[in-house]
């Protein structure tokens, strides 16, 4: 007797059988992404990298950031404040870091054998929306809603908030001014975005540049943001001291801000941030650089893991006190691959939040890009 074979059926099964190992396999490269090294750098030319440095870090940031200075394109000095009426207020450590940079770009220019790149790094004071009450001890506000809300509510407000930066701008002849103001809530946005606009105008007279940066959750599919000034996302947050243990950035979040960016006007910049954090079990979170991850985990000979959604490295221990820790931080293999992922997402200009106390194979990675 001779068998007879449904021949559709079977094609349709097998193409069934083809389209579920397919769906399989493009979840599990999701999940199982590769992790990239830092000696697989992406063409010189296509990445385009600026970093911050605080006031609080004092030298040891500087060096790191005069070590890189001829690859930066710009450098933020991060630390304007507000006092209690609402002026620009710097510490003596912000004017003394400061200082350490402009005296770099002018030595290399000075130099028989100038360094281009380091002259034609750009220098950006960074103004913070936190408010002190100078002489006090009170502890800051940080991230001051209200401050923004009075800075920009009134064409006269913002008139006079205008005319501080750029007499700062000026007094300290920096390469342009960056705003950095968060927590801005909705009934704020249309008065930001006009000062943005103003703001813009008076600098760009002056040949000054202006940077924005934006929250993760800024809603710039909503706004309308002026075309000029240079805008900065942050890609990270998403774990830290408002939240349990995780990475501070990982795969689908850098994806998913990197599409949202095609709603900002010119070349947007996607921010990326070392360090990490330690959980305490009590819910208490300290902030951490790469190097001070790397000597708890020295210290309390652990062996860290690499995640596979974020590239990050975790590890957990239990200190003197028999307290348990759950530690996450990026070194030079995750901001690899987080650069990598931006750059296939067409972000190509990345921002580094930021220098300090890095390792050396970190610090030796970015020199490389």
Known sequence: MIRRFNVPLIIFISCLIAAAALAYFILKSEKEMPISRPDEKLPEEQIHVSAW??????GKVEQEALQLMD?????????????????LYETEKFTAMQAVFQEAKKNADKNEVSNDKISDTMLYGSIINDSLTIGSGKPPVQKNSELISRLVKSPQSRKEHIHDIVQKTLAYNWDGIEIDYEKITDKDWGNFTEFVKELYREMHQRGKEVRIVLEPNAPIEKIDLPEGPEYVVMA????????????????????????????????????LATGGFDWHEDGSIKSLTEQQAAAIQMQYKKEAGRD????????????????????????????????????????????????????????????QL
């Open 236 to 271: 990270y947050n998403l774990y830290g001291t408002h939240s349990g243990a995780g990475p501070k950035a990982n795969i689908s979040l850098i994806r998913k801000l990197a599409g949202k960016m095609d709603y900002l006007p010119g070349t947007p910049v996607l921010a």
């Open 53 to 58: 440095v605080t006031e609080w870090n004092g």
């Open 71 to 87: 690859r930066l394109e710009s450098i933020q000095l991060f630390g304007l404040y507000f006092d209690e009426n609402d002026r």
């Open 308 to 367: 596979k959604q974020s590239g990050a490295m975790t590890f957990d221990y239990q200190d003197e006190n028999g307290k348990q820790h759950e530690i996450w931080y990026a070194d030079s293999e995750t901001l690899a691959l987080w650069i990598e992922t931006a750059s296939r997402a067409g972000r190509n200009s990345i921002a580094i939040w930021r220098l300090g106390e890095m390792e050396k194979s970190t610090l030796d990675y970015l020199r």
